[in-house]
Structure formats: structure tokens, C-alpha cells
């Protein structure tokens, strides 16, 4: 929303320049300036010098990338720093006109014109710059995502800075003399006021970082253990009404899940978006239906995953036997989200079991128009057209689900069933064939090949597939008597 972008434009726009310096959240945490400087590297085109300089500076300290102009030119005949922007800020006040932007050899190829001269001291210790890399690794981590907002974006601006703002403390605390924006914090004689202030704010801010660490930690455990319960939910979804059961490692799963959830609504200073979605799914899962409804109202008022909610609710509907509920509760599921197919699917299955067959077709022929054509929609919309008589209707719908999904048992036996309702016996022999090659140990698939065969005036190919049941299922009473039925001259 509109807060979090606020917060992020004036973290990554202002506190990162402010403490960082100009381009401080582009030079220190932006991934796309990282990935920008690894190509520059290859750029022919950059900042190049003549004979005519004369190492007057006047470059240097125009420069607002903070690039060290006059001394890059100086031993390479060119800027190489990543951080130059190519404003041409330099080559307009160069009083000798020695400056400008051409091509020429790219920093990767470049030589130094002369040997590297001993710096000065650098502005980091690699103890610090070590410091620095684990304070922003670890800020990193604790913000991001927190209370379920925070964006990466506003998460690297957020390490950038308490990186430096801990480093900047940690040399207070040793006796260094710092100042910033022109209050001394500390001097030879001791703290300052505003030094004092300092370490009041910096405490503040290390007991808030510790705060949402556990806070983070316990989102940790928790979205680990609802993470490992996507199977039962996806089962849910695709069978409502039906709690799949759960292991006892699943249920003490969902219950650890649910604790740690509840400990960060308690302990968060904001709420924390998405915990009632998950909430409600645990609940579910451990069948105490009001409790999921509870949460799952919750989640719907602050828009989390709203659609799998309705879903919930109608799976609860479901069962107690409530099918108004469970269908009101899928039209929303499909108000909220209309390219679901699954609310589709459960909505048509829940009608076509109550006998509604043209109100079941007419939520699945929705769902492909809304939708696109899915193996499981294009199925059940030619089994709601066979079921109320439109057989040859179906056979289109049939043939397209297997398309998409040729392996698809339950489609390729209905499409043949209908074959010989038609009297269509060939073709209803070749789909069970199909069928049971593509389940060479399902008996009774065999067995209907060898019911259509025999139709079709296929006498051998149908007792070997009554051959084929008995191998698999020697007492297979009515395989035995159609046998013998066959055999007969």
C-alpha cells in the first residue's frame, strides 16, 4: 500500500543519502547498481583525458558520484570507477579543455599509465568492512518480509543504513571523535549531548531489531511447517467436503504452526498480513471447523489469499451438509479470483451431486471460458453433458481433456462408454484398449475392452482380455461366465 511505498521512498530515497551519501543506496545495496558495475566494466564509451590536463582538481570536486576524477585520469587516461554516471559535469569545467567522452579501450583492458602509488589509509578496516557485511546480512534477513510487507527493495535500504549506524557507534564507543551533520557526538572530553542521544536512538533501534528477529523466527517455524502440509491442502482443494487425515508428524505439524502464529499476533507491534489465511488453514486441517472460520473471516477482511478462503468456507459448508452455503461460497471464490478453476470444478461436482446436471454443465462451461480449456474442466463438462443425455455432445469434450492429458483413465473410459452407448462398439473397443494398456493391471478395464470386443464381433482380441483379467484376478466372477459365454460355438 501506500505507507510501505512511502516508507521505502524515504528510506532508500532519504536516510540512504543522508547517511550513505549521494547514490549511497545505488553504490551500497541496490543489486541492479552490483549488476550495473560488473558490465560497465566492458562500456567503450566513458570519460577520457588528453595531454592537456594539468592535475588542477577543479574535476574532482565537481564530480557528485564521488569519484576521485583528476587521479583516474591521471594513471589510467580514463575513468574507470563504476560510479561515474557519464553527466559530463567534469568535462564542462575542465579550464583547459582536456577532458571528454569517447570510445576507446574498455576498463578491462585498460593499463595503468604508471605504478600504483601507496594510499592513504582506508576509510574501512577489514574488521570493520567484515562488521559491515554481517550487520547488513543480518538486518537483511530480520526485515525482510517482516509483519508481511516489508518489500526487498525498503530491506536493503533498511541493512544499508543500520549497517553504518552500528559501525558509526562502535567507533563512538572506542573514543573516536565523529561528528554528523554538524553536532559533535563525541570529543576529547567525553560524550555530548547529542552523542548521548545517539546511543539512545541506537538502542532503541538494536532492541526493535531484536524484537522482530524473534518475531521473524517464529514466521520461520511456522511457514516451515504450513509449507509442509501443501499436500494436504492441495488435497482439500481438489476434494472438498473430505479433511484428508494426517500423519501424526502432520498434526503436531499444523499445531506447532498454529502457536507460533498466535505468538506473533500477540507479540507483533503491527499485524502481521497472511497469518489468519494460514491460521485458517491449519485449523481446517485439525478439523475445528469454527475456529478456521474465525480466521478464515479474518484473512478475507484484510484480502489474504481471500479466494482459497471461500474455498475453506465451502469445504466446511460441505461438511455439514450445507450445499447453499457451499455454493454461495464458491461464487465468491470465483468473484474474487475468476480464472480459479478449482472453485469452478468443486462448484459444477457439488451441483451434478445433487442431480443439477445442466447447472453443473453451465458452471463448467464458465469456467472454460474463464479459465481456458484444462484437462479436469474439459472432462467434467463432457460428463454432466453424458449424464444428462447429450452423448454426443460429450465425445468433443472427451477427446479435447485427452489431448491436453493423454494418461487420463477416467476420461479415455467415459469416452468409450459412450462410444458403445452409441452402438459405436470399434471405437469403443480401440479407447478401452488404450485404457488398458495405459493400466496393463487394472482388471476390470480388461474386462470392459473385453465386453466391447465382443460387441465390436472382436472374439479373439475378446477372450484375450478376458485372458488377461483372470491372470490378474482368478476369481473375477463375471470375466468366468462371459468366458464361458464365448466359448460357447
Known amino acids: 500500500g501506500w505507507i510501505v511505498g512511502a516508507l521505502t521512498f524515504l528510506i532508500c530515497g532519504f536516510a540512504c543519502v543522508y547517511f550513505l551519501g549521494a547514490k549511497g543506496f545505488c553504490t551500497y545495496a541496490c543489486p541492479y547498481g552490483a549488476a550495473f558495475a560488473a ?17 588542477c582538481g577543479h574535476c574532482t570536486a565537481v564530480c557528485s558520484s564521488n569519484v576521485r576524477v583528476h587521479e583516474e585520469v591521471r594513471d589510467w587516461g580514463m575513468v574507470v570507477s563504476p560510479g561515474c554516471m557519464k553527466c559530463n559535469d567534469c568535462v564542462s569545467v575542465c ?10 579501450t574498455i576498463p578491462l ?24 557485511l554481517l550487520l547488513f546480512g543480518l538486518t537483511f534477513l530480520i526485515v525482510r518480509g517482516l509483519y508481511g510487507v516489508v518489500p526487498f527493495l525498503m530491506s536493503l535500504g533498511v541493512a544499508g543504513v543500520v549497517a553504518f549506524l552500528g559501525l558509526q557507534t562502535w567507533r563512538l564507543l572506542r ?7 554538524g553536532f559533535r557526538l563525541r570529543g576529547a572530553d567525553g ?21 522482530s528477529a524473534v518475531l521473524r523466527w517464529q514466521m520461520a517455524t511456522a511457514d516451515a511447517a504450513v509449507q509442509s502440509l501443501l499436500p494436504a491442502r492441495l488435497a482439500l482443494l481438489a ?10 508428524a502432520e498434526q503436531a505439524a499444523a499445531e506447532s504452526a498454529i502457536e507460533a502464529l498466535q505468538r506473533v499476533d500477540r507479540w507483533g507491534l503491527f499485524p502481521t498480513l497472511g497469518n489468519a489465511a494460514k491460521q485458517a488453514w491449519m485449523q481446517v486441517l485439525i478439523d475445528r471447523p469454527d475456529a478456521a472460520l474465525a480466521q478464515a473471516d479474518a484473512a478475507v477482511a484484510n484480502d489474504e489469499l481471500s479466494e482459497q478462503m471461500w474455498q475453506l468456507r465451502a469445504h466446511i459448508a460441505l461438511q455439514r451438509h450445507e450445499l447453499e ?53 474439459l472432462y467434467n463438462a463432457g460428463l ?106
Open 384 to 489: 454432466a453433458r453424458a449424464l444428462s443425455g447429450q452423448l454426443g455432445a460429450s465425445l468433443n469434450f472427451f477427446e479435447r481433456a485427452l489431448v491436453l492429458r493423454p494418461v487420463y483413465q477416467e476420461a479415455r473410459e467415459n469416452l468409450a462408454g459412450v462410444h458403445a452407448e452409441l452402438g459405436q462398439f470399434d471405437a469403443a473397443a480401440a479407447q478401452f484398449r488404450i485404457a488398458a494398456e495405459q493400466t496393463p493391471d487394472d482388471a476390470d478395464t480388461w474386462f470392459l475392452l473385453a465386453r466391447a470386443s465382443a460387441a465390436a464381433g472382436q472374439r479373439a482380441q475378446a477372450l484375450e482380455a478376458l485372458d488377461r483379467v483372470l491372470q490378474l484376478q482368478p476369481d473375477h466372477s463375471a470375466a468366468l461366465q462371459f468366458r464361458t459365454e464365448l466359448a460357447l460355438p
Open 325 to 377: 452455503a457451499a455454493l454461495a461460497a464458491w461464487q465468491q471464490a470465483i468473484d474474487a479470483r475468476p480464472d480459479l478453476p478449482e472453485a469452478y470444478l468443486a462448484m459444477g461436482i457439488g451441483l451434478a451431486g445433487q442431480g443439477q446436471l445442466i447447472q453443473a454443465q453451465a458452471v463448467f462451461d464458465r469456467g472454460l471460458a474463464a479459465v481456458g480449456e484444462t484437462p479436469e474442466l
Open 175 to 181: 573514543g573516536e571523535q565523529i561528528d554528523r551533520a
Open 239 to 248: 476434494n472438498p467436503g473430505q479433511t484428508p487425515s494426517l500423519s501424526d
Open 191 to 211: 560524550w555530548r549531548p547529542a552523542g548521548r542521544l545517539w546511543l539512545a536512538g541506537m538502542a532503541v533501534l538494536i532492541a526493535l531489531l531484536l524484537h
Open 95 to 104: 579550464p583547459t579543455g582536456a577532458l571528454y567522452y569517447g570510445v576507446g
Open 109 to 132: 583492458l585498460a593499463r595503468r599509465r604508471q605504478p600504483a602509488t601507496r594510499s592513504a589509509r582506508p576509510a574501512w578496516r577489514w574488521g570493520e568492512e567484515l562488521a559491515l
Open 39 to 55: 558490465v560497465d566494466r566492458l562500456a567503450p564509451w566513458r570519460i577520457r583525458v588528453t595531454d592537456a590536463c594539468q592535475q
